[in-house]
Every structure is written in C-alpha cells, then in structure tokens.
C-alpha cells in the first residue's frame, strides 16, 4: 500500500512537470505568432503567461524582450535581455540586441561593451558594424562612426540604411559630396521608408 502511494506520488510529480513545461510552450509559440504579425503588445502578454509558468527559459524573457523594444519601451526591454543574458551568457542575439537597446537608453559606451563582445566571440556582421557605427555616432567619435558603416557597407553592397547613416556622418564633418553621393546610393538601395530621400531633400538640393 505504501509502494502504490509513492508509485502515484511521482506520477503526479511528472504529469505536473509535463503540464508545467506545456502550457509554458503554448503561451510561447502564440506570442511568437503574434511578434510575427506585428502585435507586439499582445505578444508581450503572452510570453509573460509564458514566463510566469517557467521564468527559467532564456528565449522567453528575450523575446518579450523584441517585443518591448519593437514598442519602444526600452526600460523594460533591456530588463528583458538582463534577465536572458543571466540565463544564457554565451548567446550573441542577446548581446547585440541589448546593446542597441543601450544605446537608444543614451548608454552608448554600454552598447559599445557589449558590441565588442559579440565581435570578438562571433566575429562582424553588417548589422553589427551598422550598429556600431550607430554608437559611435553618438558618441561624436565620427571617424570611427564612419570605419564601421564602410565595413557594414562592403559586407552588404545594397545596405541602404548605412549609406543613410554615413551620410550623415560625412555632412557633420564637412564633406557634402560624399554626403549626397552615399544618399543617392541610399535611395537607390532602401527598401523602407523615405528617411534617405528627406535627408537628399534636405540637405543635397
């Protein structure tokens, strides 16, 4: 009889662990369902169900950390990326995205720590130079600015957005026909939006 119990007792154990990890799981694939089709709001509600039935899986708290910087909502964001970095030190898509969180928080020297990680672990990628371009934009370091959206630029040819953050990186120290020769290729390139047609508009006409 007391054999029976215990038998029982672990089987109730596993059938909750399996609950546990299920429900955790359904709440994750729905809020992925959701960040694919741009509610990011509602996907946020989601992984946090899913966090709450399992904090301990990074990939949750790093999603929902997408979500929050897709709505702008750096603060929580970067807690998000905290929370999955401390789970899963050795991914670099938590690094790199919680550096650009830092540097949209004006934490640019934090953006730039974390960047070089990811350099230095997974080597350069052109999201990565543009990044950092980004970041030492920021920082008014221009020449640097300027190194690593060239780099960014000869990893991909067509990149429009760092030939949009070139030029202006080329009109702030001084050179305007490099300016408007990189906007033109900007135009040619984009794919998104007109910021590099305003910027042509602006500053080249």
Do not use: P
Request: charged fraction near 25%.
């Amino acid at each position: 009889m007391i054999r029976t119990r215990i038998n029982l007792s672990v089987l109730a154990i596993a059938l909750s662990f399996f609950l546990h990890a299920q429900s955790s799981e359904y709440y994750f694939d729905l809020g992925n369902k959701s960040l694919q089709s741009h509610k990011n709001h509602e996907a946020i509600e989601y992984y946090k169900q899913a966090i709450r039935a399992d904090s301990s899986v990074w990939v949750y708290h790093y999603n929902c950390g997408l979500a929050y910087y897709y709505i702008s909502d750096y603060e929580k964001s970067i807690l998000c990326f905290d929370k999955a970095h401390s789970l899963e030190s050795d991914n670099m898509k938590v690094l790199f995205n919680r550096g650009n969180v830092k540097d949209a928080l004006g934490d640019y020297k934090g953006a730039l720590e974390d960047f070089e990680v990811v350099l230095t672990k997974q080597g350069g990628s052109w999201q990565l130079f543009n990044s950092m371009g980004i970041a030492y934009d920021n920082l008014k370091e221009y020449e640097k600015a300027l190194k690593y959206f060239s780099e960014s630029i000869a990893l991909k040819a067509n990149n429009s957005a760092a030939y949009d953050n070139r030029a202006m990186v080329k009109r702030k120290m001084g050179d305007m026909t490099g300016c408007c020769e990189d906007l033109k290729l900007a135009i040619k390139y984009t794919e998104y939006g007109k910021r590099a047609q305003m910027h042509f508009d602006e500053y080249c006409k």
